[in-house]
């Protein structure tokens, strides 16, 4: 009777041995990377599937699996979220990071993506898109698909947008189909971060401001440097077509006409733009901005050829002449040497707080067309290079 139990009970411990041995190879990790390789033929998972570690191995920012049939049927939590490549796009997005709607003028920066050069947002708000890291700055939001549509007030509007993560990718920005213009030339290496702001400020990430009119906007993004493959970026629109202390704004006058610059100005010229990299095209006049408390100070210099100069309005009304030019020479396309030139027409004007609208009239103009440049730097601060001239 002893070995009968005996027998029976050796029996019943080898059959549990074979299940365990059995359920362990159904269920191993043979790639050692957090993610269950099989499942037993015919099996039926009843509890909600748990991936113990999603992982984005291939370095790319994208996870690569998921574990065969995984339905997740709630919240996606993300025991392990990672972004090896340092391009902004995740295997994982953390519960609550999904935001969707239309692009709200100063508001927070969007989060865009790109897989392979194709353009989207980022999922969940873009169903078809990546899923993306967000701002370590708690600043941003995730983009739904393009286009990405608002409506600039009267005032226009400035776009800005940045690379982030891995540097290297350029981008080409349009509205309504039309080019504005390119984000400048990126480093290729290195890693600005995961939050726009600093990288809208580090120079080795691809960046640019875009000045826009009032009305409609339809902005889609366009790939023009793609080293890594894949990557997150960010755009943001805030109000008022002017920003302070940003970059220097091109504008052009084609027989005393006052206009901005192709495309950004539909009905503008094709201006050069300036080869030191700090300028961008503005729409058409007028050109507003609201000061702080403590003022602004906008700096106007002409360019290329000199001998035009100008009178500038605010709200209409004479704020004052840029000085006398030479009448032969030229001081290049860039308006940092131009400003510093005694030879070109240029001036600094103060402002004080509150809503300006700026416009320019031609005085002199031998040349019959030209493209000129200005800029406002916040408080009643003269442009260095001004400074200099001044003490020659």
């Known amino acids: 009777m002893i070995r009968k139990k005996l027998v029976t009970g050796f029996i019943v411990a080898m059959i549990l041995v074979v299940a365990i041995v ?3 190879q159904a269920q191993g990790d043979d790639g050692d990377n957090g993610i269950l390789e099989s499942v037993a033929s015919g099996s039926t998972v009843q509890d909600p599937p748990v991936a113990p570690a999603q992982g984005d191995f291939a370095g790319n920012g994208i996870s690569e699996s998921v574990a065969s049939g995984g339905t997740v049927q709630g919240p996606v939590v993300a025991p392990a979220q990672g972004d090896f490549a340092g391009n902004g796009i995740s295997e994982s997005v953390a519960s609550g990071d999904t935001v969707q709607g239309p692009v709200v003028v100063d508001g927070m920066w969007y989060e865009w993506a790109q897989v392979s050069g194709v353009v ?18 708690s600043n941003s939001v995730f ?10 007030p009267a005032d226009g509007v400035t776009l800005s947008v940045t690379d982030a993560f891995s540097n290297g ?16 030339v990126p480093s290729t290496s290195g890693i600005c971060g995961d939050d726009p ?11 640019s401001t875009f000045s826009l009119g009032p009305g409609p906007h339809a902005i889609t993004i366009g790939m023009v440097d793609n080293p890594i493959g894949s990557g997150a970026a960010y755009f943001r629109v805030d109000s008022g077509s002017v920003v302070l202390d940003g970059l220097w704004y091109e504008w052009a006058q084609v027989s005393g006409v006052v206009s901005g610059c192709s495309p950004a100005d539909p009905a503008g010229p094709v201006c050069t733009p300036s080869s030191g990299g700090n ?12 000061a702080p408390a403590g003022g602004a100070t906008i700096s106007v210099t002409d360019a290329f ?19 006398v030019p030479s009448t032969s020479g030229s001081c290049g396309d860039d308006p940092v040497p131009c400003m510093a030139d005694p030879n070109a027409s240029s001036g600094t004007f103060f402002l004080g ?6 416009t320019f009239g031609v005085v002199d103009n031998p040349n019959g067309s030209g493209a000129q440049y200005f800029r406002v730097d916040s408080g009643n601060a003269v442009f260095l290079p001004f400074l200099s001239r001044l003490s020659s």
Do not use: K
């Open 22 to 24: 059995a359920y362990v």
């Open 120 to 137: 989207s947002g980022c999922s969940p708000a873009d169903p078809a898109g990546p899923v993306c890291t967000p701002s370590s700055g």
């Open 143 to 152: 983009a739904d698909a393009p286009p990405w549509t608002f409506t600039a």
């Open 169 to 184: 990718d350029r981008f080409e920005v349009f509205d309504f189909g039309s080019s504005i213009g390119l984000t400048s």
């Open 197 to 207: 702001v600093p990288c809208m400020a580090d120079p080795n990430a691809s960046s």
């Open 279 to 290: 300028s961008v095209f503005v729409h058409a006049p007028p050109w507003n901005f609201t």
């Open 305 to 323: 050829l000199v001998g035009d100069r100008f009178e500038v309005f605010d709200f209409g009304s004479s704020i004052g002449l840029t000085s």
């Open 353 to 358: 707080p509150g809503a300006h609208s700026i």
